[in-house]
């Protein structure tokens, strides 16, 4: 551990970082404006079944409005002490640059999410970064780093464990003592109010400047570049390209044409007079409610005066603010409320107390509120909506300006290359990802890059590794084994897509928008819970469930039949992995919506004479929620029963699935059986959500020890860089534990494999079809899933998901009585879930049956039944179910 000096002339330095900062988060003002910020009502999920009280008690908790934290059993997410904001920036508050702080922490290992690595961190500036060792740090060798300030943190002091968790960035670390741990939470409290001040700071001063410029005028604005202090604190930095006349004159061309950023001081010193009127109200407030809470009933008044569609409150058990009710409570509706989360992220905070903070304030018993309270009430909403206004349209007109100078560096960058020498080949590969263009030769040979052997066992949470024997890590050798075969597979056609199927080629209707839904009420009132059970608007809905969902996983089910027609053991394991990967690409498009719940008992089939498969599903247990499939051709058979558990870490949601595939190739008597990985939605509070998988998989053969295989999705290393999302590497192993095969790419471009007779894209996904954005970005057999044909209708069971009508409203584009007709449904199978359990009967799904597997976990098979039942005499006798 050591420390270093703090430095001032580092701080003036870092302005200009923190002034790009600020630009890059204008673009991510919508996320910020949503009012989503977790960090506020810090309601962490740490895997305990007890938090759902927590929560509760949360409630009740006393906390300071000056630095709140809220415990969950062991955990506690720390807020910081909000910024200061200095509009006219003449009085700097003590921005000293907190000292360096750096040594050894545990690293849980990025996957599969058990074990530590030993990692040297080094706390500078408020960017935590990391090596593998000391000596990496020095050699300028970092594997990771992350803006403390942009991060939910939160402490477990037990375990001396810090988390820190930034939406597209998760860091699980330890400290090895007591001490370490107290040091390491300090200094980071410190380096994230650091970073948070100085980006309030850097904000101020370009207000100033954008107020300077305002001042000056447009007209005046000629092609002088250094009259503005934009550029020249753009130039200073080297933000931008070397300045050239081409370039000059497009600038100030751009700048006498753009008046916005006239409107953008405008709305931001409205912005600023609403936030001290706010801060006003709420003081206000305070001493008059001292003692005093919200009802329910003034809450949903504020959230329908936001507009913000929520769903009715269920019948809720009073106290209960867990469990199905969406009765929000005070702190998850002002949590929405408190647009701007003043004091824990926004670089545009002000010296407000945040809103959540006096919320925590109010909640003790509650009392009649008085009619001036309300009034301030309501003066708040609506100061607060006008924020969210003013704000909006500044992030509206700095991202145009954003735009904009993107194009004149673009426009820049190519003046360049068209000017300058071409940079070598090697030059360039380090500069991107290699394109098509880039690829010379037709097939690369990366088995000078490809780590071979088994992957190095890393320790578990009780050894420690050195951090110099493991490769768990993404490599740099593993990165370019990626780009060489990510450069293969672009070289390689798409597969033609079959001409017509005769199935449809679009929805009825285009996808609603759902920006407005305020998500994070919905989580808070249901952490803890699997997502499988949470009951959401519509409007969040994608019209297909998860049982529809779980037949999207035999999209590629042509390499089923390739690998059956493979009788090379190893080959055919290679094509085996191909379609376990190949099911998880649909999450590139998919992360706006999310799948209906099935309810309990309900059914899919789908026949596709075209795939030569029929499928079917059944939601088998409501407690956990279960979903069975089968699907069986003349190649083979796929089965898997889906349940998950699902972590929040304040800004991302992992998505933790148990439960074993299964494949089945009767030509060959194999058993393959694998597990699924990880899948995070990252940002998951806001409009840039992202889904990443990773974790490894081992795809078992259980019928033969011939060859195994292992698949690693990796965990993207670097903020804000695409060119290292969703890699895949993998290995076909023999028995003796030799690499036969490998192969990789990207889940959602391709897997090429270099070990094959002829080295080959072994998979591709198909290309979209069109508009597919404006159809939820179904893919084409997405789109036919819930597709009832007249033929068809009377040969389903009444279980089918295709017959229900809150789904079928959705895809018709009917979203308020989709939503009506869910609620409907949701509480007819409470209703029958009560009526059960009166009975004091268990529910037994009718087409598949509860056994164990050979290692005695709990799996459902199909009784066989469904089939036999559909040909003769049919579904209409069967007995009185009403799902809906
Ligand atoms: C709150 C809403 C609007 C956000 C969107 C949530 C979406 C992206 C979530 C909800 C349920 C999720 C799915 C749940 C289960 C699985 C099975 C797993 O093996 C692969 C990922 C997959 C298929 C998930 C993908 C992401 C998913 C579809």
Redesign the pocket.
Known sequence: MAFRPSNWTFYRSNRLAGLRQIMKDAGGFQWCLGGLDLSLASGLEKSSPTWNKASHSRSSSTVSSRHSRQMIKDWEVIDDLPVEMHMGGDHPQDMTTPGVCEGYLLKRRKWPLKGWHKRYFVLEAGILRYSKNQQDVSRGRVQGSLDVSLAVMSVNKKSNRIDLDAGDILYHMKAKSHELFYIWMTKLQAHRLFKKNEAAQVHSGFIQTLSHSAAVGPAQRNGDLSSTGVIDLAQASGALPSANTAVNRKVSAWLQQSHDPDNCVHELNRCHLDLSELNRLIQRLQALEVGQAFTNGDLQRIISMQNLSLEKPKKAKSGKLWGHSRTLSTVEALGILSSSHLSSSSHLGASVPSIPDYVYSQLSPPTVTSPECKKIQQDICSTSLRVLASLKSVHETLSQERQKIQEVWESNTIHQSNTLTEPSAEQHSSLRPPSVADSGAEYFDASDDVVCGSSSEVSEESGLSDGSTTNSEPEEGHASATRKYRASISKTPNSVVPKSTGRRTTLPAHCPDNSHVG?MAILYNNIGKD?ARVS?PAA?NEPVNLLQ?LCEELEYSELLDTASNTPDPYQRMVYIAAFAISG?ST?TF??????FNPVLGETYECIREDRGFRFISEQVCHHPPISACHAESENFSFWQD?R?KNKFWGKSLE?L?TGMVNVTLPRYGDHYEWN?VV?C?HN?LSQQ?Y?EHYGEVTIKNLNSSVCTCKITFVKSRYWGSDTNKNEVQGMVLDQSGSVIHRFGGLWHEGIFCDTLPTPKCVWKPNPQPKDHLLYYGFSTLAMELNELTPDLEPLLPPTDSRLRPDQRLLEEGQVNEADRKKDEIEDIQRDRRKALAKRGEEHVPHFFKKAKDLCGRDVWLTNGSYWKLREDPGFVNMDNITLW
């Open positions: 998500l997502l959401m969040l969902r998880y999450a998919r992360n706006r919506y999310k799948p889906q998950w998505i699935p699924k899948t939605i998951v959500r889904l």
